[in-house]
């Protein structure tokens, strides 16, 4: 994770707290980007975490590969 684009604040704070919405997005985003070492947030999300973070909302968060793998275990059945 870069820590412009989270913050300074590890997937690991943000990620539970999500609504079920953005939590599909973000599979999505992550599903969509392949093998790509990075993963771009849209702008709904990107805000969504900026709330809980307390960072800019303009600011796009981008996933590393280990936040992806992080998010991946975390996983649970919804919906």
């Known amino acids: 994770m870069t820590e412009q684009a989270t913050h300074g604040n590890g997937v690991e704070r943000w990620w539970p707290g999500l ?26 999300v990107s805000a969504e975490i900026s709330e809980r ?7 796009p968060v981008r996933l ?10 975390q996983v649970e059945a919804v919906d």
């Open 53 to 59: 973070v307390g960072g800019s909302a303009a600011t």
């Open 64 to 73: 590393s590969r280990k936040d992806c793998d992080y998010i991946r275990t």
């Open 19 to 44: 609504s079920i919405d953005a939590k599909h997005r973000v599979l999505a985003a992550i599903e969509g980007a392949g093998d790509a070492e990075e993963v771009e947030l849209d702008e709904v």
